[in-house]
T-cell receptor, first 114, second 113 residues
Framework: NAGVTQTPKFQVLKTGQSMTLQCAQD?????MSWYRQDPGMGLRLIHY???????DQGEVPNGYNVSRSTTEDFPLRLLSAAPSQTSVYFC?????????????FGPGTRLTVT | AQSVTQPDIHITVSEGASLELRCNYS??????LFWYVQSPGQGLQLLLK??????LVQGIKGFEAEFKRSQSSFNLRKPSVHWSDAAEYFC???????????FGGGTRLMVKP
């Protein structure tokens, strides 16, 4: 198993540009989520999904869209990038919802918005 | 508001020395508690977790953590640090059936030879 994969690893955007961060998992996990990591703030939840066709907002959803058309994929879209979205983005997945299910994290995407 | 605090942003220890990383939480009830490690350029890996029962939990890579309800703490320890332990460590908590973890700000560990 590849686990949780994320592409790209690095990306530089100009303010106002759009892009999609890709996340895929091959473990047949129902639950997937996106976090952003900023210095001194740990990870903060952006959006999550409990299964195909179901998404919900986390702690910091503004400026981001998600969809979940398949179990495997959970892309994160930035419609109009802003410098405040400069961060490292992590995707995670787990077998199901609930703290008893271990979350597996991808390697991250480092995004810079100028 | 629910929060997790890691008071130490950076810690440097000598190889072979003992290690304790601090974590404090503020929740209405006892949360589920976790420690994750992030090696440079990598995602997070779960070291250990506490749900209930024995307050001393063992994890991978020789780490352990002790839950102390009276101090609202969940400190991570290792008796003898190896150079490969240099990484960033995150404490996290959740108090519901969901996976919405609240993370501390992280502690960056450096290991001196």
């Amino acid at each position: 198993n590849a686990g949780v994969t994320q592409t790209p690893k690095f990306q530089v955007l100009k303010t106002g540009q759009s892009m999609t961060l890709q996340c895929a998992q091959d473990m047949n996990h129902e639950y997937m989520s996106w976090y952003r990591q900023d210095p001194g703030m740990g990870l903060r939840l952006i959006h999550y999904s409990v299964g195909a066709g179901i998404t919900d907002q986390g702690e910091v959803p503004n400026g981001y869209n998600v969809s979940r058309s398949t179990t495997e994929d959970f892309p994160l879209r930035l419609l109009s990038a802003a410098p405040s979205q400069t961060s490292v983005y992590f995707c995670a997945s787990s077998l199901g919802q609930g703290a008893l299910n271990e979350q597996y994290f991808g390697p991250g995407t480092r995004l810079t918005v100028t | 508001a629910q929060s997790v605090t890691q008071p130490d942003i950076h810690i440097t220890v000598s190889e072979g020395a003992s290690l304790e990383l601090r974590c404090n939480y503020s929740y209405g009830a006892t949360p589920y508690l976790f420690w994750y490690v992030q090696s440079p350029g990598q995602g997070l890996q779960l070291l250990l977790k506490y749900f209930s029962g024995d307050t001393l939990v063992q994890g991978i890579k020789g780490f352990e953590a002790e839950f102390k309800r009276s101090q609202s703490s969940f400190n991570l320890r290792k008796p003898s640090v190896h150079w490969s332990d240099a990484a960033e460590y995150f404490c996290a908590a959740t108090n519901n059936a969901g996976n919405m973890l609240t993370f501390g700000g992280g502690t960056r560990l450096m290991v001196k030879p």
